[in-house]
């Protein structure tokens, strides 16, 4: 029996589609109160007073809270986390207190009339990559809880040989400045809690999660109480993108007030109350230096980074990283520094560093090979390394020259041309894609038989992503049964442990594990007690996913008005689970990438350092009237050094590369060369 490489209907598709899937906000509890937030109005300063009688006096106003009662916490240093312990203000929109009720239109209606006096200070949220005021990251790892430099663990800074002297004598040069603004989540689903405590030792929240097994562990050291006594429920997660990954202030501030309170809580975000308290895509500025000999081998590479952090606490994105692995060349460096703002905290969002860092790679790569006469596709064969460059290892599996020439083949890349017809002037891009395949510690799974039908448990979660079917078809196939005898149970803290859906690990780490119990099992042995570490071959391999994507646009030349007809995207992702559940990642993230490149961007006024757009009227993302066809394939591979299953992650391929490629194109087109994202109508008329 093999499930593997099915293309496997989704398990949950019946109840999504019935609205029969529970979500967080939907999660019934007896006799709820309903939470809404008090946020702060000033970018910086301190809370002088705060007069809640009116709003205490008001129809079913059960309590209003702020720092002046609030619950004494655990503290960890990340105001994200630690809601209303002191009076400070570090950003503006930030929680400052909460209003309960016995409905939500009562408690939101008693907020309006809370009256907040501020002592502010004056702020800085102005985003300027030529600011001198910039510091080198530290202790920034993994959310400032790992002492690595950068979110990844990465050190901030690489250099290898003389770049300097290279890019001086180097035949043909590239130095320009790529720019990426702040964009938002926007999951489908409002983030959300409803919490209900048992007694004061035991609390169980249902929330919308990318990870509840880290959710349990934070909640629980917060409130200073035994993991084991913390329940996180997630079933269904309506889209995350990294915001779920940790509970962030709304989850903190609703367990809070249940305790305060004693009945249960219900709480769930506005659209407009999203964008300054779960975090963004930071902003950054990447100056890219090329040098190469006149036949277009790369001979120096610079990657200079400039990105937006937060005053609250230091967030650092490895932007630079994927310069270090996509070229060879002899002379090469990276650098990140932070511009340290009066903001909310950054925090990850789909390909976290890649999305940002390619924008400017492979535009640069693009503009080099103009330079030289080349074919972009050639050029980018021409620079491929045969080992990581910096490193020095060797790729566990490195198929991105296959997927650029499938992809050049499907495209029919060797006979385009630019073309007019009436207004609307054609052209085409190309982009290379890269991604980290990581496996994640922390994994244990369950595994019964009962009544011929075997449970399989882990603490997983499915963000939409597939998880639900493709774990299924792991374990069916692990166990040697049908996948239809297969009960399987995740997103509930109370399983054994999972780690978190980010960073495209998640079926490499839960497959992992449900592999590792089913040989237990199939031996006789207890299962669920073993709790996995990382990959021992991550020190011996690099491990990546790979992509190509070749994209086509149109450009008006009267309005400067950008639509892309097509866009074909092909990815070295090793085995692939499930092709159709695959194949929807990749062309969400590809979509999403369109998005990203011509209409998503977060405005600061910086007066007031407050997000003008915060919601669907000013933010814009493409709607179904902008995407055209949009086709995603893979080469076929399997990589044997990832996980035993030979895959690869898929969730954030499909975004990274994906800005270049439409913005190679636009130039292509017009001959307007745009390195600022997104690339609206104003940026091409203007260059006219």
Same mark, same amino acid.
């Given at each position: ?284 500025? +990447? =100056?890219?230096?090329? #040098? &190469?000999?006149?036949? %277009?081998?790369?001979? /120096?590479? $610079? ?113 385009? +041309? =630019?073309?007019?017809? #009436? &207004?609307?002037?054609? %052209?085409?891009?190309? /982009?290379? $894609? ?255």
């Amino acid at each position: 029996m093999t499930a593997i490489g099915k293309p496997v209907s989704r398990i949950d598709g019946p109840l999504k589609v019935r609205g029969a899937a529970t979500y967080a906000f939907e999660q019934q509890v007896t006799n709820p109160a309903h939470l809404f937030p008090l946020l702060s109005t000033i970018a910086a300063g301190r809370i002088a007073q705060i007069d809640a009688e009116q709003a205490l006096a008001a129809p079913g106003v059960l309590a209003v809270i702020t720092h002046e009662n609030a619950l004494k916490l655990n503290a960890t240093g990340d105001p994200q986390l630690d809601v209303l312990q002191t009076d400070e203000v570090s950003w503006y929109g930030q929680f400052i207190g909460a209003v309960l009720a016995d409905t939500p239109e009562n408690a939101r209606y008693a907020a309006g009339l809370v009256q907040v006096h501020y002592e502010p200070r004056t702020h800085d949220a102005e985003m300027r990559a030529d600011r001198q005021d910039v510091v080198k990251p530290y202790h920034a790892a993994l959310f400032g809880e790992m002492p690595g430099e950068l979110q990844n663990g990465m050190p901030a800074d690489s250099s290898f040989g003389d770049v300097d002297a290279a890019l001086e004598a180097a035949a043909i040069r590239i130095d320009h400045t790529y720019s990426t603004p702040i964009n938002h989540h926007n999951p489908l689903e409002p983030h959300a809690a409803v919490v209900e405590w048992a007694d004061d030792e035991h609390v169980t929240v249902y929330m919308g999660s990318q990870g509840v097994s880290m959710n349990q562990q934070i909640i629980a050291a917060l409130f200073g109480l035994e993991p084991p006594n913390v329940r996180v429920v997630s079933p269904h997660t309506g889209g995350g993108f990294g915001s779920k990954i940790r509970p962030h202030s709304y989850a903190t501030l609703a367990v809070m007030a249940s305790k305060i309170s004693g009945r249960s809580v219900k709480f769930a975000l506005t659209r407009q109350q999203m964008f300054s308290v779960i975090g963004y895509r930071t902003p950054t500025s +990447s =100056r890219i230096q090329l #040098g &190469a000999t006149a036949d %277009g081998k790369l001979t /120096a590479i $610079a990657h200079d980074v400039v990105e937006g952090s937060s005053n609250a606490y230091m967030y650092a994105e490895q932007i630079g990283v994927c310069t270090r692995l996509m070229y060879a060349a002899p002379n090469r460096r990276t650098t990140h520094r932070l511009l340290m703002l009066d903001m909310p905290v950054p925090t990850i969002m789909r390909a976290p560093g890649e999305s940002q860092g390619m924008f400017a790679l492979e535009s640069a790569i693009d503009e080099m090979a103009e330079a030289c006469g080349m074919d972009p596709v050639e050029s980018r064969i021409l620079n491929e390394p045969d080992l990581h460059p910096e490193s020095g290892l060797p790729f566990s599996s490195r198929k991105l020259k296959e997927c650029l020439v499938e992809g050049a083949r499907r495209f029919d890349w060797a006979n385009r +041309s =630019r073309r007019c017809e #009436g &207004a609307w002037l054609y %052209g085409s891009g190309v /982009a290379s $894609a890269t991604y980290p395949a990581p496996r994640f510690p922390g994994n244990a799974a369950r595994i019964t038989k009962v009544d011929g039908r075997y449970c399989v448990q882990i603490a997983a979660v499915d963000i939409g992503t597939g998880t639900w079917t493709a774990l299924s078809q792991i374990a069916a196939d692990a166990l040697g049964v049908d996948m239809s005898l297969v009960d399987l149970e995740i997103g509930d803290s109370a399983l054994p442990v999972g780690s978190t859906a980010g960073f495209s690990s998640g079926l490499n780490s839960w497959g992992t594990a449900v592999m590792e119990a089913a040989k237990l099992f199939k031996d006789g042995k207890e299962t669920g007690t073993q709790v996995l570490g990382g990959n021992p071959k991550a020190e011996q391999y690099e491990m990546n996913t790979f992509g190509a994507h070749f994209v086509e646009v149109r450009v008006n030349s009267e309005t400067g008005e950008v639509r892309v007809p097509r866009m074909l995207g092909v990815f070295d992702a090793g085995k692939v689970i499930n092709p159709k559940t695959a194949r929807s990642q990749l062309v969400g993230g590809m979509t999403q990438g369109l998005s990203q490149a011509l209409h998503e961007a977060t405005v600061v006024d910086s007066r007031y350092g407050q997000f003008v757009n915060r919601d669907f009227a000013g933010y814009h993302i493409a709607a179904n009237a902008d995407v055209g066809s949009v086709e995603a394939y893979w080469v076929d591979s399997s990589d044997e050094h990832t996980n035993e299953m030979g895959s690869k992650g898929i969730g954030e391929i499909g975004i990274v590369g994906v800005t270049a490629a439409i913005a190679n194109a636009v130039y292509h087109a017009t001959g307007v060369r745009v390195r600022d994202l997104p690339i609206t109508l104003d940026k091409i008329l203007q260059q006219d």
